[in-house]
């Protein structure tokens, strides 16, 4: 079964211009996929639709197998959950703590079980000194750990990832990335993220490239970075490692690319 399956998925804001177009793809469940595109080309319309914010004029958005519609939407929103790149749109609560109990509420945590995992998720993003802080008085990254912290406290099967580390810096970034890989782990849990990060789509299993409304190509990472010309029309980049481990491969020192930094390092070192 796929988590999510997209058919002929169109959606315009304003009735005119349409921002999707007959859309339609699979994301398999136990995945950790990203989506790219160049800005405006629709990924944050997509992860909207997907969450059932925005209504698609057209086409069916399919969630574990159940079709989304009106009846089922809060039933679905159980399991799927989103972290928006803005996170000032998605607090609730009037401290950190007050924020993260609010999903485990929504899902009927008992009270007893709470405390622990609300401290166990800040300690996970680094906010565990902030649990009585108010979230609007925190900086973009903080705010985007908090929301992070959300998630990670209820572990909805699928997870939508809207370039929510975009505030972090590279080692905030980097340990995030960390704990989305351990959400994913034993396969039962979707991960959805929207990025920029080329080397976070390069230890993704699967991408989805969309330009102007449309799936431009789909497949796994090296599928998808042997399109390199393709890529820099859109205004995308292959990942470091793969650049300098290309390079390499020109020069006769490795056989193939690779995408990882590490698997570079340990090629040079045999
Ligand atoms: P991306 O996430 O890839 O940057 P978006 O999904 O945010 O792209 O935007 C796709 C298109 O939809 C853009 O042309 C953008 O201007 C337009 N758009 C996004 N949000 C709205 C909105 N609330 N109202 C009208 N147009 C919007």
Not at 1 to 8: G, K, L, Q, S, T
Not at 14 to 41: A, M
Not at 104 to 115: A, I, S
Request: charged share 25%; aromatic share 4%.
């Amino acid at each position: 079964m796929d988590a999510i399956e997209v058919n002929n998925l169109t959606f315009s804001y304003d009735s005119e211009t349409d921002v999707l177009k007959d859309i339609s793809l699979r994301i398999p469940k136990g995945s950790y996929t990203t989506i790219i595109g160049h800005n405006g080309s629709g990924k944050s319309t997509i992860a909207k639709v997907l969450i059932g914010l925005l209504e698609p004029q057209a086409g069916t958005v399919k969630i574990l197998g159940r079709e989304l519609n009106e009846e089922n939407l809060y039933d679905l929103r159980s399991h799927i959950g989103i972290v928006f790149q803005n996170p000032d749109n998605q607090f609730i609560g009037s401290t950190v703590a007050d924020d993260i109990a609010f999903g485990l509420e929504n899902r009927q945590v008992p009270q007893e079980d709470m405390q622990a995992i609300i401290e166990e998720s800040a300690a996970k993003v680094g906010m565990n000194d902030y649990l009585n802080a108010e979230p609007t008085n925190l900086s973009g990254g903080q705010k985007q750990r908090v929301a992070i912290a959300g998630i990670l406290a209820v572990k909805p099967d699928v997870i939508v990832f809207d370039e929510s580390t975009s505030m972090l810096d590279p080692q905030g970034k980097a340990s995030i990335n960390k704990q989305i890989r351990e959400l994913n782990k034993n396969k039962d849990r979707t991960i959805i993220s929207i990025t920029h990060d080329m080397d976070e789509v390069a230890q993704s299993e699967y991408v989805i490239v969309l330009e102007n409304g449309q799936v431009m190509m789909e497949g796994t990472p090296q599928e998808i970075f042997a399109h390199q010309d393709e890529l820099e029309k859109m205004g995308l980049a292959l990942p470091f490692a793969l650049k300098i481990s290309n390079r390499l491969k020109d020069m006769g020192v490795l056989d193939h690319g690779l995408l990882s930094l590490d698997e570079v390092v340990n090629s040079l070192c045999q």
